[in-house]
Structures are given as structure tokens and as C-alpha cells.
């Protein structure tokens, strides 16, 4: 069985072994204060050009979202997502855990954008019960989406003016950032700092073990924010294996090369697939594609290949997802490419 | 200016008023133990033909469901209800700080029915990732709803059956309850105790200065229910006040009659406003009227009364909402005939 | 049976009665926006020489505790508290459920000292584990304490300033506030606007049927307070009947009188008490009292009157508590100082 | 610098390095779904003769903690733990973050007896105000202890036995159980598992990377533990990691071997401090020393060994912490017992 329903099959890039090994026996203080967390901050606070960002080094996506978000709110506010976002339908209610709502605003694609927010807000501040209604505070996007579109540089810009002007905080949630960065005319890690308050830098879904780096602009959340990512139970004992995977990372423009990569691997399949004229439920460019298959295909294609069923669909057939993935081999891609030739 | 924007403008009925200043110098034990409160019990328990249930006397509505759903749910449990409920737009995401998420269904006049019910938990437990997503365990309803629709007796049975067969909880907000139970064709109290696991009789809004009375038929809520009373806020000290207030509206059916005039006094300001061809935006039969007014209409009724403004509408009209009380003047109901009769 | 258990056992004073039923059938907009709320804040904040500061009413003090903590504290703060204080103590972790630690200080008779708050403070800030450590954020004291007793003002004075060099928020909780006033050497309102960034001024128990009136004073408590009131199921919908009641006690200096009644009854206990050589648990100043009675004298105070067992001894004796209140009639001290007199 | 300040200073220990590496390539499932992890469990539950058991890997303790009191606990329920307990006094607030209180025994060494359960479980069922106190539910202890103290078997049989006869669950952190299972007349897995509802074994300091291993008795707890898991941020996505890391400490009794081993080193240590007459804080036969050092013993060894500085004395001394690892090397411990022997 060759397996594309995730980008979290494998393990990690070779150079993130070596050096696992290189350091194991290496004695170094805990919680994130060692050499190595040190030194992948600086290099991601260059490469974001923010050197008065904060970095946090965490294990994974859920346990971001929610710490940013309760270090971010307080009681009464709540955080605009897309009714699609991870934080709305895949998180088992962890931002409600905290005890904030999640505001859903509509979305085709998996985005939502800046004049929703707007109309949100100010209808919010317009109604004469607004006191008896969460108030929106936040906006939450992804970038890539869940369903594997990315914002451009020009809406993120328009969607970062709409949160300054309304006094929101913008948190982008970077899991599958890699891939958005590798496709064209989106926003760069710079420009990510330069218009959000917080967002992170996903590792697990990018050639890491796992580990999300978490960049704080905003001297609000700023504050304390290792007091949350220890309530929270996010404090990483052996914090040096995060940075040293972020350091592994930010080496040589490693990050950027996998996403690049991962991308490159899933156009090829998205070509395969466009050639035999089927179709996509989104106009996904980066490493998810999300091809809607007959029933006939699908029974081809499971006999051999692993993906995940995101739909249904009356006819027997469904919406299905396939991942590219750091690991994923070019003799896969090869393989199932020739799969759909076949169809 | 003669009010109609709620039903919560004025003192309480005389009954009330007389009791109060009559027991005002006795000395009873506090927090609901006093022989007022179990006199309220035990009438409400006959009215209900459910001896085998609890009761106990809250303050607000609010309070209510969030006690109500604190005490019931695990804390991966969400509880359904209409994208309109109460619980979802107008308490500042009390349901959220308790660590739930609502799952929002969707509505047309403020009901849900069972079938979506059932599609929401069978679609949750067939998905893969179902131990992602935020696991239905309760239907929270409106008797009447926020748009002053009621459920009849089968739709009621319906949805009782739906979660008694997937282990749903059905839970009814009553803040209201007088107004539906004066309503032809709907459940009356007897049958809510029969098909709910718990819900509540409100006085709030039907003659009493404040208070709703949450009677739990089924056993892992009742279950140290007063602790959770006291851990949410809701242990009123002078607990007697509670208990004085539902014994009086249920000695000689207070409670229903005030319903009765609340229901037959919007029904003739209903009439007049379909006398002038005025459409609603809901088939409301209960105290709540929306009619859809012109700007002009707007302007005035604004002189001599105030109402509440739901939704503005583009052309300068709105949905607005009228309320009759247990208090309003047969002479003020007059007059606003006669001004609609003048449009 | 004659009850001195506590003094939340009678309904209202007389004037608060009046109003309630000369107002009844006016008709106020809700949730602390009428005419009787505005009038009444403006005579606390004369009361106060706070002009500045924000009024809103709560229906108790369990509830007013938790929303003012949850208003105040970012998740990772905690707030100090006597090991005996009500949040502590009695209000079933009423606190914790909106995700805050109430730090204990020891006590021997209900207050803490500002020693004590400087030292947590200072220890956990010298703590390397520092961010493992719940952050002390508040101080929150109640005036009078659990045990009746009262802090001086140079012990406000002293423990403000601690604060204030520390940057922690000073929380005074006033349930029985009335009896702490009439005691000498106590600080006046003013005091508690001027040393205190919130407090509140409990009606419950003295001569109100219900309520508290939270002063704040601290901006960023302040701020979107009325949001947190409502989402914690506090917004209470019959506002008025909070406002109108606490105008009523800030008129001709109402509630200073029953402070002082309350306060003189209580003295004349005491001394009957100490006449039999009879000691007490705490010095006392106030409307509690909490004399160490043998078993005998227990058994026959027990056959006319009602008073609360707070610690059985181990001789058959008990510490116990008698509270007058408001209502409190004189004859009834007189016939229990004669049954003192006849041990 | 010699580094003995904690155990968790090191990577893994190398047959998990190896495994890491062999199986980097290979694709699983994620979640804790994979062949690595079901392994694991079945090693687990052998060694537990726990068949019955539910086994889940958690990435950390605080998390754990967490996780299982948020699954196990009601809203108005707490957790009774000593006053030095880890979820108490070192996890920033995470439990009440929860919504619950810790209940704090007192204790000398670490440990809480069974007799303080039975008496805070008592007063509290006996006390009149019940209801306004939090429910004792639960029983928190660490084997060893944050002190480095163990309870023995007769203990944990007696404290279980208090537990199941008052109704109490009974969960056991076991961080650094492995060293406790190295010590004599110390409970085993199979002990455990009969005696307790929950109980982890931790990875962490005991050679793994990351990682605890919670099993879970009681059938009430089982239930939907997952979804707990994810709401709380600790569904780790490459699951394989946790469970290869347990695996290979579950095979041919690696993890019994690593904690007889920090054992016996610290016990070379323990003599080294006795014989120069030092006295230790606590009697700890584990892995964590606490030797109480005079000014110019902390200076000397500060020259060359860091470690931690638990409570500084007036006199220039201090007590601190010496832990042992996995990985300490035995020239490191030769040379510190040979300063030590120069004092």
C-alpha cells in the first residue's frame, strides 16, 4: 500500500536524524532555554525580519491554536474562522475548552475574507444587545486552508488593513506554511510579520518529527506567553529537540525546499488527474489536492494507493484527499500517475 | 411612551406583589430550603404529574442553561441548537466559558427538527475523524423559540424519539413556556416532563420579578445539581423569594392564565396588523409579533411606543418585534390598534 | 424558634418594600438601564468621591466574585485569599471553574497581611520555575471576613500600597460591608474607592432581598465589564429592581443605619456572653459572633434558638456563629441575653 | 559543567535512537493508530496483567495530569493532592485550567496518607454547607514523589482501600515510576494496575525522547478518552513516535534496567553526602537527591557541577537537587563523590 492520505506518514528529513543522534547525548538545560532554541529563534526572526518577534517552539497544531488563542482573548471575545477551519471542525472543541467561542463566517474554498470580517464586526457593534452577544476579537485563517488554497500577498494585506482599522488580532496558522510559501504571489515570511499578530511555522507537516514555531509580534500576547504554554501542558521538557529541528530547518533554506518540493509533487498528480478531465472541489496549489473521483475510480485506485475520503457523494463516488508529503517518492508519484493514465 | 420591545418591562402580578410584603418579616432557612420552595416544588411536580423529578429555582434564564448544561455534559460534548438559539446569539458565549461548543443547526423560523438532528449525529459518527470533531450529546429548544414559533405535541415527540434513540439529551429552554402552553396543539407540561430529560417553567417573563424553575427528570443531571448551582453563581441566599414566587403561580393556574392574555392580546394586535396587509417574518402564535414595517410605518408607531428593531431592512423598513405582558394595559393594545388602523 | 443563623433570613426593610410596590406597573428598559440603576450609581459614586469609577449590580456575592475575577485576570494570574476566605472556602470552586487558582495565605482570624502578600509575590518571582508557577495577580479580601472581623484602615492603607508597588489588583468583597463601616477606625467608602481597584457593597444582607453593587475603579476591569456580567449569566433582566432597592439604601443614609443596628444588637450580645466568662473564637466587631459554647449551653440555647455549629470540639462543645440582622427584633436579644444570664 | 540538576537533560537512550532511525521511512497512520503503538500497549498491558486496561501515549506530564482530570472529573468535583504536589505547585494553574480545584493535604515528605483522605472526604460529607464546598473526588499522588519519596506497598493498598470505599478514584502520576519500581517494598505494574483507576508511566526522564504512557482502569474514564486527548492539544499526529519509544522500553525490561540504574547512582551519591555528615531534606530512595549544603559546599561544587537550588536557607546554605539520569556517566558521578569527599 502506497499511503498519500497525509503529510504526517513518515518521520523526519535525514539532516533532523543526524543530528538527533549527533546531540543525544549532549546535556542541555530544559523548557526551551538551551543553544538550540536560541539559535532557530534568531534564524527565524532574520528570516521573518522581525527581531523583536517572540518565538515559542510547540509540539503541535491544536496545542497552538488553543494556547494563542487563550493567551490572546479574554472571557467575552471570540475568534472569527471560516466554518471550515481546523479550530471550528477538527480541534474536538479545544478553543471552547478555553472558553472562547469560534465565530464562523461563510467560505467556499476555505477562506473567508477581509469584507466578512468587516461586516461581522460592525454588525456586532451596531446591534443594541451587543452586549449579549461574544464579541469578535480575532480573526483566525490558515495559510495554506484546509482545503489546501492559500491567500495571496494582496488579500492577506487587505485582510491585516480590516484588522487594524477594527482594532482585531490577526493569527495565521501556518501547519502546512511550507507549501503557501512555495506558490506564487502569496505572502513571504516577512510579510507575514510584517501583517499579523501572531502566527506559526509548521514543522510536523513540513520534514520534522513534529513541532510548531510559534511568532509573536504583539507585545500583548507577548506577555507571559510561556506561563500559558505551560498551563496548557505545552511546555516541552527536552525543549532542544524542537529548536534543533527548527535549526535543521532554517539551515541552508531547508524549509523552503521541502514545501517547494511537496508542491512540485502534487502539480504532477493535479496534471494526471486534470488530464482524464476530472475535477477538483478546490482550486488547491499546494501539496492537498482534493480531486472528486467516480466510484469505479475510486475502487481502481484504493486497491494500491491509501487516501482519505473528505466526501461522499450520492452517486458512489466522493471527494477523496491525496497528500504529497516531504518523503513522498518520485517512483509513488510515478506509480500512480500511470494509475490514472489508466483510468 | 407605551413599551412593547420586551416582556421583562414591569414589576410582577399582585398575587406576587401581596405575598412578598406578607412573608416579608418571616425568618426561613436560605438556599432553597425554606417550605416555600417546597411547596413550589411539590405543586410544580403535580402539575407535571412527574413526582419522581427535581426542582430547583434559578434566577435568570441564562443562568439556567448554563447551569443546566454544565451539570450534563462531558467536556467533549457539544449541545445542538438553531443558529438563532439563545444559548448560540444573545449569551455572550455563556454556553463556550462553561467549555462547550454549540453546533449550530440550521432554521428558517427559529425551530429545529429532528431530522437534521439525527443527520448531525449519524454524520459525526461515520466520519473517520470523529473523535476530532465535538461529540452531539444534547438538543437544546426553545418552547416557544426566539422567534415566538412553537413546537407542537408531535413535532416535540418527534424529537424526543430521535434522542432517545441516539442517546441524545433533550433539553427545553421554558423562558417563555406560558405563552406556548396557551398555544393550541402543543406539548403541555405533563408532556414535557414525559418526553425531556430536563427543562424550565420561566417566570421571568410571565409575572414574576424574576425566576425560572428547572425541573430535571433524568437521574445523572439531578445528580449534586445544587453544587453545580453554587459553583455557577446561581444559590440565591433569600432562596424563599424563589420558592413564594412559583407557588403563587401555580396556586389556581396563575401560570397558564397569564399565558392565555399575554397570547390573546398579541393575537389582536396580529389581527390588526394583517388588517393593513403587514406581513410577519415569522408564523409566531405566542406573545412575540415581527412584522415587517415600512420606514414610514416605523416613524409612526416611534412617536407614542417603543419596540424593539430586529432587522433593519434596506428600504428604510425593518423586522421589528412587539411584546405583550402579563401587564399590558387592554387601553395601551386599544390605542396601538387604532394607530395601525390609521397606517 | 428564634433565629439567629445568619442574616439572610428576613425579606427586605420597609422602605425597599414601598418602592417595590409603588413602582411595579412602570415600565423600565432592562438590564440596568432605567432610571433607578442610573440614580443609584450616582449616589454610590457621591457616596465614593469616585466619579470616575463604574457601577453595576449583581444579584449576589458568589456571582459577583467570580465575574469580577474573570473580568480581571489573564488565564495564567491567580488571585490571594485567606485559606478562609468565602472563594476559598464556600463557594465550590467557583473560582477555579472560570480556570483561576486561589493562591491560600495562612490566617488566624480571617484577615491576611500585606507581609504575607509581599513574601508569595516576591518567593515566586525569585523562583527559577517562575513561568511553572501560577502567577499571584490579586489580592482579594472581604471586609468584614468570614469571621467577622475587620481590617483597620492603616491595614487597607498598608496593604494597597503593597499592591500598588507590586502591581497587583486589590479586590475587597463587602457582603456585610454595612457592619464593617459602623465599626471605628475602619475605612470609610471613600477609603475603599481611593485604596481598592474594585469592591463591591453587599445589600443581600443588609435590608436588600437581593444584591450587590460592584464598584470598579481599575480601567482595564472596567472595560467590556457588562459583556462578562452577561456571559457569566449575571445580567439580571428586571434591572431596576437592583437599582431601585440600592437607591434606596444610599438614601438618608439607610444603609449606614443598618450597618450600625446591626452592629449595636451584636455588642449587646457580646457582652452577655462575656458577663458568663463565655469566650470567642474571633475578635468580632461586627453582626457575627462566634462564642465557644460548652454542650450544655449548647443544648439549651438550642430549644428556643437557631444558630450555626461552624466547629463541633471534641468536649461536646462547639464553636458556633449568631448573626443579627436588619430585622433582628429587640425583644428577641432581650429574651436570648436572659437565657445567657440564666447559664 | 557536569550537569545533575535534572533528568531530563539528555536525548534517548540509544536502542530508541536506533529504532527511530530504522523506521524513519516507513508510513504509518497517525494518531497513535499504528502497529508501533498497538504494540506497545499489548507490552503494556502484559506487564500490567492489565488486559482490560485502555493504554495511551501522552507526549507529556502536565498534559497528562491534565488530560485525565478533565476526563474524570464533574465541574464541581477537585482533586486532593499534597500541598508540594506537581499538579499543586508546578504546572502554572493547568488543572484549574481545567475548571477544577486541587485540594491540598498537608504533607512532610512528599506524601499524603490515607487517613488525611478519609478525613477530608468526611468533614466534608458531614459539613452542613456541603454543597458550597468542592466534592473530593479524587486522589492525586506521584510515585516517587516531587521529594523523591515512594510509597510503599502496604501504602498504596490502604490508600486504595480508602479510595473504594468512599467512592474516590485514585490516580497515580508516575513520572519517574521507573525508579520507583527500583526500589524494595515498592508497588509493581501489576500493583498498580489493581489498585489504581489511572495511573502513567513516564518516559521522559526515564530514556525515552518524550513521552508517558497512561493506562487506564476504570471503565468511566476509558470512555471517549480520546476526545478529551485531542480537545486538550495532546493528539500527537505521528503517533508511531510514542509507541515505538514504549515499545523498545518494554522490551527485555529496558525500563525496569534504566531506573535500577539512575537508582544505584544516586545511592553512590547518597553514601558520598553521609559520610561527610550531610543531611538530606527528605529520606528519598530514588534518583533525586536533596542534601543540604552549607555556603562553601554549594560554592565549591557550583565550580563544576550544575543543580538545582530547591529552598535557599538563611545561613548561605541551601537545600538543592542532584538527579541522575539515564544517561549519567559514571566518571561524572566518580567525580563528584570524589569533591564531595574532599569538603
Known amino acids: ?17 543526524s543530528r538527533l543522534i549527533e546531540t543525544n547525548y549532549e546535556q542541555t538545560a530544559g523548557y526551551g532555554t538551551d543553544p538550540y532554541c536560541r539559535a532557530a529563534r534568531e534564524k527565524i526572526k532574520l528570516e521573518c525580519d522581525a527581531f523583536d518577534a517572540d ?8 496545542q497552538a491554536n488553543l494556547t494563542v488563542i487563550a493567551a490572546a482573548l479574554r472571557p467575552h471575545q471570540g475568534v472569527m474562522a471560516a466554518e471550515t477551519a481546523h479550530i471550528e471542525a477538527h480541534e474536538t ?15 467556499v474554498d476555505g477562506k473567508i475574507n477581509a469584507a466578512d470580517v468587516r461586516d461581522c464586526v460592525l454588525r456586532h457593534r451596531a446591534d443594541e444587545s451587543f452586549e449579549h452577544i461574544v464579541q469578535p476579537a480575532m480573526v483566525y ?10 491567500y495571496s500577498l494582496p488579500e492577506l494585506e487587505e485582510m491585516s488593513s480590516v484588522c487594524r482599522e477594527l482594532g482585531l488580532l490577526l493569527f495565521v496558522d501556518g501547519a502546512r506554511l511550507s507549501c503557501a510559501l512555495a506558490c506564487e504571489g502569496t505572502p513571504t515570511l516577512r ?78 498528480l493535479r496534471t494526471a488527474f ?16 482534493f480531486p472528486i473521483l467516480s466510484g469505479t475510480q475510486l475502487e481502481t485506485l ?30 509513488d508519484i510515478d506509480a500512480l500517475i500511470a494509475d490514472i493514465k489508466n483510468f
Open 55 to 62: 518565538v515559542h517552539f510547540l509540539v503541535g497544531g491544536t
Open 191 to 268: 510579510d507575514l510579520a510584517r501583517l499579523c499578530d501572531v502566527f506559526y511555522i509548521g514543522g510536523t507537516k513540513h520534514g520534522a518529527l513534529f513541532g510548531e514555531a510559534v511568532v509573536i509580534k504583539n507585545a500583548a500576547i507577548k506577555k507571559d506567553f510561556r506561563y500559558i504554554i505551560k498551563q496548557r501542558g505545552g511546555m516541552f521538557a527536552k525543549g532542544r529537540l524542537l529548536g534543533l529541528q527548527f535549526d535543521t530547518l532554517f539551515t541552508d533554506g531547508l524549509y523552503y525546499k521541502i514545501g517547494r518540493r511537496e508542491v512540485t509533487q502534487a502539480a504532477r
Open 1 to 17: 500500500m502506497i499511503r498519500f492520505e497525509s503529510d504526517y506518514l513518515e518521520g523526519a528529513v535525514p539532516e533532523i536524524m
Open 93 to 107: 472543541g479545544a478553543v471552547e475548552a478555553t472558553g472562547h467561542k469560534v465565530i464562523t463566517l461563510p467560505t
Open 302 to 331: 484504493r486497491k494500491k494507493y491509501s487516501f482519505s475520503i473528505q466526501t461522499p457523494l450520492p452517486d458512489g463516488g466522493a471527494v477523496v484527499r491525496f497528500c504529497t508529503s516531504w518523503a513522498s517518492k518520485e517512483s
Open 274 to 289: 486534470e488530464a482524464k478531465g476530472i475535477e477538483f472541489a478546490y482550486p488547491a496549489p499546494t501539496n492537498q489536492l
Open 141 to 150: 485563517i490558515s495559510q495554506p486552508t484546509e482545503t489546501g488554497t492559500v
